[in-house]
């Protein structure tokens, strides 16, 4: 094993690809010399050239534009869209295109686009640079979302999306890229669409993902004191949703909290919420309660009152747990 | 000098695709045909001129007016029209209908219902070429309306600075859906555009498929020869409304009538004719063809079972 950081997990997947596969190209701004706003690609353009480490000019748009048709044509490339925010403005790019070339045109086509974007708060960053859109592209059939929490699911995560055949939006919290955690030496992939439970417990399922993973293992931490048994799981992946985890989880604890740091309302927890509800309500023994930001923008002053924290976590499984 | 046996097959190529689109209107309104369908009667010349200097394996991208495209490219009529007519048997197993028509073995690798939203993507397959080092250009063809959309830009912009192997035809006709021309931009000749991005640009007579050739021939030529891409704008005609059953309000009725003076296949037909490549009575010959086609893709198309609801769930991810 060796510890490396989150953001030197992308950078090496990058790298490890680039170097099994020729198809695999990375295209975004500033992802060549610069080597990407947060160092994503750093090194890459030296070792593999102009051609597959391709910077853009600022057209988000263009740039997706460009990873679709090179994918029709056969190609694996790689995306990088600076910030979250800024793929609102190729979303005809992703959602009338990318997500609809394959089944539009009667699967005359693989898709393998991955579109790497850093979401997420806690930087202060302000309105337009610190969202988290995943449930738009949950919503969207025909695009897999990827959130990883650590470097190891970082790096497994971004191998398996570059060598799906279907688009991924792989979305890096930005607050990560410095956190530190073991990988192995050798090379490992971790599958698209596979929960994993970060800490088994037997009273409480918390289901999270990106950073609000470490967010809710604090909290376990501080709950195991107060004799709470808080099992804590990490979707890794939105969409496919692996429900089988969540159900195994929930039928053990029959208690259910969801926590994300996107605006509550609308969010993934209300679809993971409806999904447990409906498919096994009998199993509850209390209200499923979500976790999440208020219905505001992300502020640059009052971002902390803003983001839902370690303690959003405690209160709302003791409220599960005191039902 | 382009040899007999092309030109007659330009000329066959444009009654097919002016045929088919009459014979698409017809079954629309007969009911037969759901959805919307969107003709570009009196654009035939462009389409053909632009396909008639590519190879199989070079790529277009079509649009919502993208049935002659298409049919300029060669691609198969029987699955064309079973495609329009929602059956299993169509180039995308009826999903896509009208708009959305594409055949990646005809080089017809896109088509797109969004107004500008291929531009972006054929930067892809160009690049793709240029990657892998192969000669192949694409040719991605959209309206004077897609020419106001953000993507416009972006791609003139990374296809200039990056040399791509693309043309960019742009179909003036005149119209953004029911907005004329000269309400929605102040210049007249969109090629002009292309100069601000550092490419070359065109505009040419899309009434005339001998001039809209010869002007895709150098940008094919160009594009192939690596020296970049071409913004390529025909001015031609749409004679009929944006989709079939529009009763154009938004349009005079003089002008209406006015536009069918610039016929491009009476005009290639007189050249023909008179540089004696042959006689009237050959017209005759050509349209017979057509019409047998035709009548056999419509009878394919409508004897094509629609897929199976199973289907629906097919094909969302690979």
Redesign the interface.
Same mark, same amino acid.
């Given at each position: 094993m060796k510890e490396i950081r989150y953001i030197k997990a992308i950078a090496d997947a990058l790298d490890e690809e680039m170097g099994r596969d020729e198809s695999v190209?990375v295209v975004g701004e500033d992802v060549g010399g610069p080597g990407g706003a947060f160092g994503g690609t750093k090194g890459l353009l030296e070792k593999y050239g102009e051609?597959r480490v391709?910077d853009?000019?600022i057209?988000e748009?263009?740039i997706?534009?460009?990873?679709?048709?090179?994918? %029709?044509? =056969?190609?694996r490339?790689i995306a990088e869209i600076m910030f979250e925010d800024f793929i609102t403005v190729c979303m005809?790019?992703i959602v009338?295109?990318l997500a609809k070339?394959?089944? %539009?045109? =009667?699967?005359?086509?693989?898709?393998p686009v991955v579109i790497r974007t850093p979401g997420g708060g806690g930087l202060n960053a302000g309105p337009q640079h610190s969202q988290s859109l995943e449930s738009w592209f949950a919503h969207i059939?025909?695009l897999?979302v990827v959130m990883p929490a650590t470097p190891y699911d970082a790096k497994g995560l971004l191998k398996a999306s570059i060598r799906d055949?279907?688009p991924v939006i792989f979305i890096e919290h930005k607050a990560l890229y410095a956190l530190k955690g073991e990988i192995p030496e050798e090379e490992y992939i971790v599958p698209i669409g596979k929960a994993d439970v970060k800490r088994p417990g037997k009273d409480v399922t918390v289901v999270t993902a990106s950073k609000m993973v470490h967010h809710t293992l604090e909290a376990a931490k501080l709950l195991e004191n107060e004799g709470i048994d808080v099992e804590v799981i990490d979707l890794r992946t939105i969409s496919p949703l692996d429900k089988e985890t969540i159900f195994r989880s929930v039928e053990k604890t029959s208690k259910l909290v969801i926590a994300h740091e996107a605006v509550k309302s609308f969010g993934i927890g209300a679809e993971i919420a409806a999904v447990v509800c409906e498919e096994m309500i009998d199993c509850l023994d209390a209200p499923v309660l979500r976790v999440g930001a208020p219905f505001v923008p992300v502020p640059f002053n009052l971002e902390k009152f803003c983001l839902p924290d370690t303690n959003a976590v405690v209160q709302a499984v003791k409220k599960v747990v005191g039902y | 000098m382009l040899g007999k046996e092309k030109l007659l097959e330009m000329l066959y190529l444009m009654v097919k695709v002016r045929r088919v689109e009459e014979r698409l209107t017809e079954e629309f309104a007969a009911g037969k045909i759901p959805g919307f369908i969107h003709v570009g009667i009196g654009q035939e010349g462009v389409a053909v001129g632009v396909c008639s200097c590519l190879k199989t394996e070079d790529y277009i991208f079509t649009t919502h007016r993208g049935h002659g495209q298409a049919i300029a490219k060669k691609i198969d009529l029987k699955r064309f029209m079973a495609e329009i007519y929602g059956r299993k048997d169509g180039f995308c197993k009826g999903k896509s209908g009208s708009m959305h028509i594409a055949s990646k073995a005809d080089g017809v690798i896109g088509s797109n219902g969004i107004v500008g939203g291929s531009l972006p993507i054929s930067l892809g397959t160009a690049y793709a070429a240029k990657y892998r080092g192969e000669d192949r250009v694409t040719v991605c063809f959209f309206g004077d309306g897609a020419s106001n959309q953000g993507t416009f830009h972006e791609s003139l912009n990374i296809a200039a600075l990056w040399n791509l192997p693309v043309i960019f035809c742009c179909e003036n006709n005149g119209w953004a859906q029911f907005t004329a021309q000269k309400v929605y931009m102040k210049l007249e000749n969109i090629s002009k555009r292309a100069e601000s991005y550092g490419m070359a640009g065109v505009t040419v007579d899309g009434n005339d498929v001998l001039k809209v050739r010869n002007e895709a021939e150098k940008a094919v030529a160009r594009a192939r020869k690596g020296e970049g891409p071409t913004l390529l704008e025909c001015k031609t005609h749409r004679w009929l409304g944006h989709y079939v059953g529009d009763a154009q309000k938004y349009r005079l009725p003089e002008e209406i009538k006015e536009v069918r003076k610039y016929d491009p296949i009476v005009r290639f037909e007189k050249y023909l004719i008179e540089s004696k490549y042959v006689g009237p009575e050959y017209l005759g010959t050509i349209e017979n063809k057509v019409r047998s086609e035709i009548d056999e893709a419509v009878r394919f198309a409508e004897s094509n079972p629609i897929a199976d609801v199973d289907e629906l769930y097919a094909d969302v991810y690979a």
């Open positions: 190209f051609m391709k853009t000019p057209s748009a263009a997706i534009g460009i990873a679709i048709g090179a994918a %029709m044509d =056969g190609l490339p005809d790019q009338n295109q070339t394959r089944y %539009m045109f =009667g699967g005359m086509y693989k898709m059939p025909g897999k055949d279907n | -």
